[in-house]
């Protein structure tokens, strides 16, 4: 265990901080790591469950014909909602992703856009790639 820790390269040394912070601690990164992942693990399955509901309502949906216009009115209401309920999750997906990504490539910290530090305060709220 000590020997394995002693020769991986520690994150918390390459993470960026904001100018006046003080720099990241392993405990800190353990507990963005932990976050980043059970991000990407909610993000699934909230992708998961939205996309189980949609097929609920393509498969009883399908068929107007003969139904109460109100009837049809509020399943694509439902519809519409269950997609951007699954649109948003995957976006939110894609950036805990990205996060984890420049997370294990020692980058994170920076933002991946304009490419200034995010800041560990920031951070901590909220560990996403970007400074906005
Ligand atoms: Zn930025």
Redo the contacts with the bound molecule.
């Keep these: 265990m000590s020997a394995a820790r002693k020769s991986a390269p520690t994150k918390a040394a390459q993470f960026r901080v904001a100018e006046g912070e003080d720099p990241w601690t392993e405990e800190e990164v353990e507990e963005i790591r932990v976050e980043l992942q059970a991000e990407i693990a909610r993000m699934e399955r909230a992708i998961g469950v939205a996309e189980a509901g949609l097929q609920d309502l393509f498969a009883d949906g399908s068929d107007g014909a003969g139904r109460d216009p109100a009837d049809v009115g509020s399943s694509n209401f439902e519809r519409d909602q269950e997609m951007s309920l699954a649109q948003n999750a995957r976006e939110m997906l894609e950036q805990a992703q990205l996060a984890f990504r420049m997370f294990e490539s020692g980058d994170y910290g920076v933002?991946e856009?304009?490419?200034?530090p995010?800041g560990k305060d920031r951070l901590q709220v909220f560990p996403g790639p970007?400074?906005?």
């Design positions: 933002c856009s304009c490419g200034r995010i970007r400074c906005a």
